[in-house]
């Protein structure tokens, strides 16, 4: 049986001591291969035209073409590999936007290097990945409430949705895995794949998190 292929990265960050240093974090793991680093995001769509990365491991502020902005054009083509931020700042609307704009992960530079390998991983399977403290900062914008015409705009789009469908999202708004959402709507794992992947076709999303925000926004994932 032939190993699978190791997961490619390109780094991008303009401190060449980060880049180095995320380099040996990720070049320990056997299943992990940094195929190329940059330093601003304006090095970013050459890179990953050439060297096909899986996931691009973003810095935020960087100069010419931050990363916010080369996480929104990267993510705006086809084909895009996942992109998991990694930064020093927090600030919600750096998270909203990083994760409205297709951003599988959202981590703090201080994150341990082991969880730093595994929500590399984690996002090159299409999982997202959110440190505790973004986590807490998106509770807290959630529990504030959306504002009434964002609420409409979210339930207008989540309209399009067949009914099982429309359940699905909901689940996945509350933050479950696809084997909770299976046990919880009496379907099979491969049947919640299946919604999941006909919501974010027809809705235009990129992934589960911005379908999770969308689900916030709509005001539907209260328990």
Same mark, same amino acid.
């Given at each position: 049986m032939s190993e699978r292929p190791a997961t490619a990265v390109l780094v991008?960050?303009?401190?060449p001591l980060v880049r180095a240093g995320l380099r040996m974090i990720l070049g320990g793991a056997g299943d992990l291969d940094v195929v190329g680093e940059a330093g601003s995001g304006? +090095?970013? #769509? +050459?890179l990953v %035209?050439?060297? !096909?990365?899986?996931?691009?491991?973003?810095?935020?502020?960087m100069p010419g073409v931050d990363g916010l902005? %080369?996480?929104?054009?990267? !993510? @705006?083509?086809?084909? @895009? #590999?996942e992109v998991l931020v990694l930064t020093a700042f927090e600030a919600d609307w750096h998270v909203r936007r990083a994760l409205?704009?297709?951003?599988g992960g959202f981590l703090l530079k201080d994150t341990p290097p082991a969880a730093i390998v595994a929500a590399v991983r984690r996002v090159a399977a299409?999982? #997202?990945?959110l440190s505790? +403290?973004?986590?807490?900062?998106?509770?807290?914008?959630?529990?504030?409430?959306? #504002? %009434?015409?964002r609420r409409r705009e979210a339930r207008d789009r989540l309209s399009a949705l067949h009914p099982r469908e429309t359940e699905v999202a909901v689940e996945v708004g509350r933050g479950c895995s696809n084997?909770?959402?299976a046990a919880a709507l009496h379907l099979s794992v491969p049947t919640v794949k299946t919604h999941v992947s006909a919501a974010l076709a027809k809705l235009g999303l990129n992934n589960r998190v911005q379908l999770a925000l969308l689900v916030h926004d709509a005001g539907l994932d209260a328990s």
């Open positions: 991008v960050d303009d401190d304006a +090095e970013v #769509p +050459e %035209a050439r060297l !096909r990365p899986d996931v691009v491991l973003m810095d935020l502020h902005t %080369a996480t929104e054009r990267l !993510r @705006a083509s086809p084909d @895009a #590999p409205r704009a297709g951003a299409g999982e #997202p990945v505790p +403290e973004v986590t807490r900062r998106l509770i807290g914008i959630v529990a504030g409430g959306p #504002p %009434a015409d084997a909770e959402i």
